[in-house]
C-alpha cells in the first residue's frame, strides 16, 4: 500500500508536471513546423516528384525492351557526341562567364553610393528581360547586315562581313551573356568578405602585389568563384532557346535533342532516357567536384 501510495505521489510531483509542459511546447513545434512545410511538400510533390516519376515509368516503355531507350542512347556515337559537345559548351561558358565576372566583381567592391546602385542596376537589368528576347537580339546584333558587322568593316578592321551567327562563336556570346550575372554576384558576395587589413598586412610585409593576389586574395575568393562556375556551368547544361537560335549543326545540345525526340520524331521513351542520361550526369558531375570543393556550403553561404 505504502509503495503504491509512493508511486501516485512520484508521478504527480512537480519534477514531472514541469516536464509536461516541455513535451507539449515541443510537439506544438514539430505541428506548426509539418504545418508551414506542409504546402511546399505537396506543391514539390505534385509538381516535381509525379511528373519525375511518371517520366521514370515512361524510359522504360520502349516497344523493344525495358532499357532499350537508354541502351540506344549509350550505344548510338551522335548521341554520346552530343552528350561530350554539351558538357564542353557550358564548361567552356563557364570558365569565360568567371574570368570576365572576375575584375567586374571587383569593380565594384570600390563603388559606393550611386555608381554602385548604377553599376548594380547595370548588372541585373537583363536578368528582367526574357532570355529569348535577348538571343533575338543578338540575332540582329551579329547578322551579316548588323551593327557589329557594319562597324567591323567601315573601320577598316575586317574586310568583308564575319560569320558570328549558327557557329559556335555565336552560341558563346549569347550564353555568356545570359549566364554572366550568375556567375558574378556569387563571386562579389565573396569578395565583399574579404578583409582589407589582411591585403595591407601582406603589403607591409614585403610580399609583392602578384604574392597578395595569389596567395591572400585568390584563396580567399576561390568559395565565390567555385559557386559561380558550378551555378554557370549546371545552368548551361540545359540551354536550349539560345543554342537552337545561335548555333548550327555542330552546336546540339541534350535539350535540343530531347526536343527532337518530342517534337519531330515522337519518341517519349527515348526523350524520357537522355533527360535521366542528363540527370545522371549532373549527379556524377556534381559528385566529382564534391570531391574538391563543398558543393553544399559553396553554394549556400553565397
Request: proline content about 5%; overall charge positive; hydrophobic content about 55%.
Amino acid at each position: 500500500m505504502s509503495t503504491v501510495h509512493f508511486t501516485v505521489k512520484a508521478l504527480a510531483s512537480p519534477a514531472n508536471e514541469a516536464q509536461r509542459p516541455v513535451w507539449s511546447q515541443r510537439t506544438r513545434h514539430v505541428l506548426s513546423t509539418c504545418a508551414l512545410l506542409g504546402p511546399v511538400f505537396l506543391f514539390l510533390l505534385a509538381c516535381f516528384v509525379a511528373p519525375l516519376g511518371e517520366l521514370l515509368r515512361l524510359s522504360f516503355t520502349s516497344p523493344d525492351g525495358t532499357f532499350a531507350s537508354y541502351q540506344s542512347i549509350a550505344a548510338t556515337a551522335v548521341y554520346r557526341e552530343v552528350f561530350v559537345n554539351t558538357v564542353v559548351l557550358a564548361f567552356n561558358v563557364a570558365f569565360i562567364s568567371v574570368v570576365l565576372s572576375f575584375p567586374t566583381a571587383y569593380m565594384l567592391t570600390r563603388l559606393k553610393g550611386l555608381a554602385l546602385s548604377l553599376a548594380f542596376w547595370c548588372v541585373l537589368f537583363p536578368l528582367w528581360i526574357s532570355v529569348l528576347v535577348r538571343t533575338f537580339a543578338w540575332l540582329l546584333l551579329l547578322g551579316q547586315n548588323g551593327p557589329v558587322n557594319n562597324a567591323l568593316v567601315g573601320t577598316g578592321l575586317a574586310e568583308q562581313p564575319q560569320q558570328f551567327l549558327f557557329n559556335s562563336l555565336g552560341v558563346y556570346i549569347g550564353m555568356v551573356h545570359v549566364l554572366l550575372p550568375y556567375a558574378l554576384l556569387p563571386i562579389y558576395s565573396a569578395m565583399k568578405n574579404v578583409d582589407v587589413r589582411l591585403m595591407q598586412a601582406s603589403d607591409g610585409l614585403g610580399a609583392h602585389p602578384l604574392q597578395t593576389f595569389t596567395r591572400v586574395y585568390l584563396p580567399m575568393t576561390a568559395p565565390g568563384l567555385a559557386a559561380g562556375f558550378l551555378l554557370v556551368f549546371l545552368m548551361a547544361l540545359g540551354f536550349f532557346i539560345t543554342p537552337a537560335l545561335l548555333g548550327g549543326m555542330k552546336n546540339v545540345t541534350i535539350a535540343m535533342l530531347i526536343d527532337v525526340f518530342v517534337q519531330e520524331q515522337l519518341v517519349w521513351p527515348l526523350a524520357a532516357a537522355a533527360a535521366f542520361w542528363m540527370l545522371a550526369l549532373v549527379l556524377f558531375l556534381v559528385g566529382l567536384a564534391s570531391r574538391f570543393v563543398n558543393v553544399t556550403s559553396t553554394v549556400a553561404a553565397r
